[in-house]
């Protein structure tokens, strides 16, 4: 959480506002999102209400007199009465470039839709989609291997820095909101189906949907009637394979996948309950004898 981090250094931080506790894991443990867990280090109070727009959350955000409140991949929608308090609205970071890809999910989507560059906004919010003003924005480059984990990561940095940029120009007059230009996508929230590689696609399609579904939902296809999850993969050859998509194609120390054109190497690869296998790992374990397709 490097934005919560940055707001507390800079400017001290009333109150923090996440969603309620969840079971997760394999037991279903109770767990607290990462935003609380931060904020405790920080020893920010919490509220973690099931509705942001309750009227008792509207009491206590009035009381507190507020200059600004941040959203960062929040998940609620908020009305306003709630985004409307305070002095200089709401900001709101947005981890793509805007109008492009609002929504849940807009790293996962770039890097599926093999965009080559995305970043952060930084925009006053409305009643709309992140459709708001926009008061600041930084371009970042997507590395062609890059994971939406690993590129969520660098731009929730580049975000820490640009909303204190944001609220310090604001705060001096010298931000002011603009419309969005127009030709606004979509990026919604990610469904475990949007994984399954489908293997009639060229390979470099294939390698971002790998890459843009890591780590959630992940990619999978099956072998054998088995479910498999593909972590990572790399484009080998981008010219016509002489095999059917899903192909396995015999190698001593790679692990090669025909695609409907070009070849993928699969890197990391994991058969229902068991651990993480290189490919190699997989293909002398699981492919030796049989060779196969994936579908």
Same mark, same amino acid.
């Given at each position: 959480? /490097?934005? @919560?981090?940055? @707001? *507390?250094?800079?400017y001290g931080v009333l109150l923090a506002i996440t969603q309620p506790d969840r079971p997760a894991g394999r037991g279903l443990k109770l767990t607290p999102p990462p935003v609380k867990?931060?904020?405790?280090? %920080?020893?920010?109070?919490?509220?973690? /209400?099931?509705?942001?727009?309750?009227?008792?959350?509207?009491?206590?955000?009035?009381?507190?007199? @507020? #200059?600004?409140?941040?959203?960062?991949?929040?998940?609620?929608?908020?009305?306003?009465?709630?985004?409307g308090l305070p002095r200089l609205g709401t900001v709101n970071i947005h981890a793509s470039l805007l109008p492009r890809y609002r929504g849940a999910a807009p790293v996962a989507w770039?890097?599926?839709?093999?965009?080559?560059?995305?970043?952060?906004? !930084?925009?006053?919010? #409305?009643?709309?989609?992140?459709?708001?003003?926009?008061?600041?924005?930084?371009?970042? *480059?997507?590395?062609?291997?890059?994971?939406?984990?690993? @590129?969520?990561?660098?731009?929730?940095?580049?975000?820490?820095? %640009?909303?204190?940029?944001?609220?310090?120009?604001?705060?001096?007059?010298?931000?002011?909101?603009?419309?969005?230009?127009?030709?606004?996508?979509?990026?919604? $929230?990610?469904? $475990?189906?949007?994984?399954?590689?489908?293997?009639?696609?060229?390979?470099?399609?294939?390698?971002?949907?790998?890459?843009?579904?890591?780590?959630?939902?992940?990619?999978? !296809?099956?072998?054998?009637? $088995?479910? =498999? $999850?593909?972590?990572? !993969?790399?484009? =080998?050859?981008?010219? *016509?394979?002489?095999?059917?998509?899903?192909?396995?194609?015999?190698?001593?120390?790679?692990?090669?996948? *025909?695609?409907?054109?070009? =070849?993928?190497?699969?890197?990391?690869?994991? /058969?229902?309950?068991?651990?993480?296998?290189?490919?190699?790992?997989?293909?002398?374990?699981?492919?030796?004898?049989?060779?196969?397709?994936?579908?």
């Amino acid at each position: 959480m /490097p934005a @919560l981090h940055r @707001l *507390a250094e800079r400017y001290g931080v009333l109150l923090a506002i996440t969603q309620p506790d969840r079971p997760a894991g394999r037991g279903l443990k109770l767990t607290p999102p990462p935003v609380k867990v931060v904020a405790q280090e %920080l020893g920010i109070p919490i509220l973690q /209400p099931r509705t942001i727009n309750a009227p008792s959350v509207l009491d206590q955000l009035q009381a507190l007199d @507020l #200059d600004a409140l941040v959203v960062a991949a929040f998940g609620q929608f908020l009305r306003p009465a709630v985004f409307g308090l305070p002095r200089l609205g709401t900001v709101n970071i947005h981890a793509s470039l805007l109008p492009r890809y609002r929504g849940a999910a807009p790293v996962a989507w770039a890097i599926i839709r093999g965009e080559r560059e995305t970043g952060v906004t !930084t925009f006053v919010l #409305d009643e709309g989609m992140d459709t708001g003003p926009v008061l600041l924005q930084r371009a970042v *480059a997507i590395g062609p291997d890059e994971t939406a984990g690993e @590129l969520e990561a660098r731009l929730a940095a580049v975000g820490a820095d %640009l909303i204190v940029e944001s609220l310090d120009g604001m705060a001096r007059g010298e931000v002011v909101p603009r419309p969005q230009p127009e030709g606004g996508t979509l990026a919604p $929230k990610l469904h $475990k189906e949007d994984g399954r590689i489908r293997w009639e696609w060229e390979a470099r399609r294939i390698h971002d949907l790998v890459r843009g579904t890591n780590p959630w939902p992940g990619a999978h !296809t099956t072998l054998r009637d $088995k479910l =498999v $999850k593909v972590h990572r !993969t790399r484009v =080998v050859d981008e010219a *016509a394979a002489e095999a059917p998509g899903g192909t396995i194609l015999p190698r001593r120390d790679r692990f090669l996948v *025909a695609a409907g054109r070009g =070849v993928v190497e699969v890197l990391e690869i994991q /058969p229902a309950g068991c651990r993480v296998l290189s490919g190699p790992e997989f293909a002398r374990g699981y492919c030796r004898d049989q060779g196969g397709r994936f579908f």
